[in-house]
């Protein structure tokens, strides 16, 4: 048995608006936004009233005729008059996307309600599962995995493996990695990620078997061992699909030489990447199948994954605050962004507007938080300090701190 995924993204008129509205946001074109809005309007399951609304909401943030706050009691309203109709469930995520798009993150969280209820009412088990384990419920998820686990696909071994990993082995059913080379690196050793954020973990935390694993970025292959908490250390990388274009590009290949294992981000199976299985390259494992449809997993979650596939590996995850923090990038981590050619601030940013509200809206920075956020709770992984206050927030005050971070901001 199979099923189709949940807002997929090609030929779907659910990611024609979102990506043609963040395209018209950063081109800072009103007439662009209304455009987009209005020819995709009844494909998307919105009314003309809600598209005239919507657009009257993001072309003011985006010329800053309306503020932070009208512009989240607006959407917050729009919510409410939406919720008399039945509405799909993409039909929610897709505000919810736009909203935040425009930095109004918590009042998102209305459209994100809604859309999880729609899950949880949906007749495919995987798409009750998501909502479940997105909404940190883990009774009804372990309820949806008893009409999933005779599915026999990759999204329902995926669900099972990371069930069985949030309910301590009570319930789903491990699904290990078939990465004999990496199963062979990593078992038996603790896993410490840190990532480009402040950290509490020091050189002196790491055991003598520990493997440090990071994410090299353009320009940023290699930390200072006097300035880096852990002395510089790092035998994994994982590479972003934007890194792998500069390292192309430039042909910067022999930068990875010094690691042990340089794990590369694909997102398609269909996608053939020749550098994949030469030399010290694999392809890393991805959780996009455990995310609603539409969204990506971010670097950390999917580094978490790729480590929680092999049996025998210990995880300490530090260096991330999931953006919940004035600084998402220590000044060792940050790169240049060749697409753009410019470098990037604390924030990741370049100074354009609105540039990191749209990046956070199309990898859905709480669905990110949740994969990590129900391991950590479920001890299935070990967190510093600055991951652990962010995890045990409440996801609307999460929401809030991203609002006086990014969204009042215009970032």
């Given at each position: 048995?199979?099923?189709?995924?949940?807002l997929?993204?090609?030929?779907?008129?659910?990611?024609?608006?979102?990506?043609?509205?963040?395209?018209?946001?950063?081109?800072?074109?009103?007439?662009?936004?209304?455009?987009?809005?209005?020819?995709?309007?009844?494909?998307v399951?919105?009314?003309?009233?809600?598209?005239?609304?919507?657009y009257?909401?993001?072309?003011?943030?985006?010329?800053?005729s309306m503020?932070h706050?009208?512009?989240?009691?607006?959407?917050?309203?729009?919510?409410?008059?939406m919720?008399?109709?039945?509405?799909?469930?993409?039909?929610w995520?897709?505000?919810?996307?736009?909203?935040?798009?425009?930095?109004?993150?918590?009042?998102?969280?209305?459209?994100?309600?809604?859309?999880?209820?729609?899950?949880?009412?949906?007749?495919?088990?995987?798409?009750?599962?998501?909502?479940?384990?997105?909404?940190?419920?883990?009774?009804?998820?372990?309820a949806?995995?008893?009409?999933?686990?005779?599915?026999?696909?990759?999204?329902?071994?995926?669900?099972?493996?990371?069930?069985?990993?949030?309910?301590?082995?009570?319930?789903?059913?491990?699904?290990?990695s078939?990465?004999?080379?990496?199963?062979?690196?990593?078992?038996?050793?603790?896993?410490?990620?840190?990532?480009p954020?402040?950290?509490?973990?020091?050189?002196?935390?790491?055991?003598?078997?520990?493997?440090?694993?990071?994410?090299?970025?353009?320009?940023?292959?290699?930390?200072?061992?006097?300035?880096?908490?852990?002395?510089?250390?790092?035998e994994?990388?994982?590479?972003?699909?934007?890194?792998?274009?500069?390292?192309?590009?430039?042909?910067?290949?022999?930068?990875?030489?010094?690691?042990?294992?340089?794990?590369?981000?694909?997102?398609?199976?269909?996608?053939?990447?020749?550098?994949?299985?030469t030399?010290?390259?694999?392809?890393?494992?991805?959780?996009?199948?455990?995310?609603?449809g539409?969204?990506?997993?971010?670097?950390?979650?999917?580094?978490?994954?790729?480590?929680?596939?092999?049996?025998?590996?210990s995880?300490?995850?530090?260096?991330?605050?999931?953006?919940?923090?004035?600084?998402?990038?220590?000044?060792?981590?940050?790169?240049?962004?060749?697409?753009?050619?410019?470098?990037?601030?604390?924030?990741?940013?370049?100074?354009?507007?609105?540039?990191?509200?749209?990046?956070?809206?199309?990898?859905?920075?709480t669905?990110?938080?949740?994969?990590?956020?129900?391991?950590?709770?479920?001890?299935?992984?070990?967190?510093?300090?600055?991951?652990?206050?962010?995890?045990?927030?409440?996801?609307?005050?999460?929401?809030?701190?991203?609002?006086?971070?990014?969204?009042?901001?215009?970032?």
């Amino acid at each position: 048995m199979r099923w189709s995924r949940l807002l997929p993204r090609r030929r779907n008129p659910h990611t024609v608006l979102v990506t043609g509205v963040k395209a018209a946001v950063r081109q800072g074109s009103a007439s662009k936004i209304q455009k987009v809005l209005l020819t995709t309007r009844t494909q998307v399951g919105l009314g003309l009233f809600e598209a005239q609304e919507l657009y009257l909401i993001i072309a003011g943030r985006v010329d800053n005729s309306m503020g932070h706050e009208e512009a989240s009691t607006r959407l917050t309203a729009l919510a409410a008059s939406m919720a008399h109709q039945s509405k799909p469930a993409t039909t929610w995520f897709s505000v919810e996307n736009l909203s935040r798009t425009i930095g109004c993150f918590r009042a998102s969280h209305e459209f994100s309600r809604h859309g999880f209820d729609a899950l949880s009412r949906s007749d495919d088990p995987r798409n009750r599962f998501l909502g479940a384990l997105h909404r940190r419920d883990l009774p009804a998820a372990t309820a949806a995995w008893g009409h999933l686990s005779g599915y026999d696909s990759v999204e329902a071994h995926e669900a099972g493996h990371y069930l069985w990993l949030w309910s301590r082995g009570q319930s789903g059913r491990p699904d290990w990695s078939n990465d004999s080379s990496w199963s062979e690196r990593i078992s038996g050793h603790d896993v410490v990620i840190v990532g480009p954020a402040p950290t509490s973990l020091t050189k002196s935390s790491l055991r003598q078997s520990s493997l440090v694993g990071r994410v090299v970025m353009q320009d940023v292959l290699a930390w200072d061992e006097k300035r880096d908490p852990l002395g510089g250390r790092c035998e994994l990388a994982w590479v972003s699909r934007e890194t792998r274009m500069w390292i192309k590009e430039t042909d910067s290949w022999d930068q990875l030489a010094p690691f042990d294992a340089v794990s590369f981000r694909v997102d398609r199976a269909s996608q053939e990447w020749g550098e994949i299985g030469t030399k010290n390259f694999r392809a890393a494992h991805n959780p996009s199948s455990l995310m609603i449809g539409g969204s990506s997993p971010n670097m950390i979650p999917l580094m978490v994954w790729d480590v929680l596939k092999v049996d025998g590996a210990s995880l300490t995850v530090g260096g991330t605050t999931f953006f919940a923090s004035q600084t998402a990038y220590t000044e060792t981590n940050r790169r240049f962004k060749h697409t753009m050619g410019k470098p990037t601030d604390e924030t990741g940013s370049t100074g354009e507007l609105f540039e990191r509200c749209p990046t956070f809206a199309r990898h859905n920075v709480t669905e990110n938080l949740t994969l990590v956020a129900n391991l950590a709770q479920a001890d299935a992984i070990a967190v510093d300090a600055e991951s652990q206050r962010v995890i045990d927030l409440d996801v609307v005050d999460y929401l809030g701190e991203l609002d006086e971070l990014y969204g009042i901001e215009r970032r």
